[in-house]
Nanobody
């Protein structure tokens, strides 16, 4: 049974920073492609960032967050991280972590396991 437990959501002012974490149990972060997605009120869920460790790290960022967000894995803690800087009001959303053996499936919004959403509000 795979569980993803998220933490780090909060309310911040524009320009501020937050770090989201997603602790994984039941499997290892090295075995899967992992992703952060978000859903703003009235909008469809969208991918934010993905990371895949196959010897070397491969990462993907949506254009809207490139240069501001950084996705990483803490293998020792079996945790997915998202460092968010330069937050903008358009970043306000519920953020989800997800994992799947396939990055292609995550790109389509499908996943084997999902974390509970955490709210990020930028004012």
């Amino acid at each position: 049974h795979v569980q993803l437990v998220k933490s780090g959501g909060d309310s911040v002012q524009a320009g501020g920073s937050l770090r989201l974490s997603c602790e994984v149990s039941g499997t290892t972060v090295r075995s899967h492609c992992m992703a952060w997605l978000r859903q703003a009120p009235g909008k469809e869920r969208e991918g934010v960032a993905r990371i895949w460790n196959r010897g070397s790290y491969w990462t993907y960022y949506d254009d809207s967050v490139k240069g501001r967000f950084a996705v990483s894995l803490d293998k020792a803690e079996n945790t997915l991280l998202l460092q968010m800087t330069g937050l903008e009001r358009d970043d306000t959303a519920t953020y989800y972590c997800a994992l799947d053996p396939s990055c292609e499936r995550l790109a389509l919004g499908a996943a084997t396991s999902w974390g509970q959403g955490t709210q990020v509000t930028v004012s």
